[in-house]
């Protein structure tokens, strides 16, 4: 992590389409989570957050409020984490992790009922499941099958 990294996450609004339309990811990550622009979705249960380092988007991610949820969560206020992204040019600073520890304080301000972020990650995806770890989020010891193999559901409660 560099010295100086230092983000700050806010809502996806067109202003940032064109940065995160330029993202680009290791074709090993593309198994595992998608690029900004193919997450994108403007339903109101699922909202798109932008990591930001001085004014630059450097990775985005999708909250979801849907009944998706339920499917990871007996909490009624969980939010689903999903299609968590660093532009590959932007890799290795740290940002990743500022991003999910700053998540539950960012949350407590924007959605104050959900005090629970549940998650799913490719058994496979080793530095993904170790970035969760190293942001406070603890094995659920629960499994599920994805496009990709067995996923370890992961959660962080406050």
């Not at 992590?1 to 330029?22: F, G, N, Q, V």
């Not at 499917?71 to 290795?92: H, K, T, V």
């Not at 104050?112 to 406070?136: G, M």
Request: net charge positive; glycine share 6%; proline share 6%.
């Amino acid at each position: 992590m560099t010295a100086s990294a230092k983000i700050e996450l806010t809502h996806w609004t067109p202003r940032y389409a064109e940065a995160l339309d330029a993202f680009e990811l290791p074709a090993e990550q593309l198994q595992f989570t998608a690029l900004p622009k193919d997450a994108l979705s403007q339903a109101a249960d699922q909202h798109p957050i932008v990591i930001l380092s001085e004014g630059t988007p450097v990775g985005f991610f999708v909250l979801h409020s849907s009944e998706r949820v339920h499917e990871y969560s007996a909490n009624p206020r969980a939010m689903l984490l999903a299609a968590l992204s660093i532009d590959r040019r932007q890799q290795g600073k740290g940002y990743a992790k500022l991003g999910m520890l700053a998540l539950p304080g960012w949350i407590r301000t924007h959605f104050p009922n959900c005090n629970e972020v549940v998650l799913a990650v490719n058994h496979k995806n080793r530095p993904a499941r170790q970035l969760y770890w190293n942001a406070c989020f603890a094995d659920t010891g629960r499994r599920r099958m994805g496009p990709n193999g067995e996923q370890w559901i992961m959660s962080r409660k406050w």
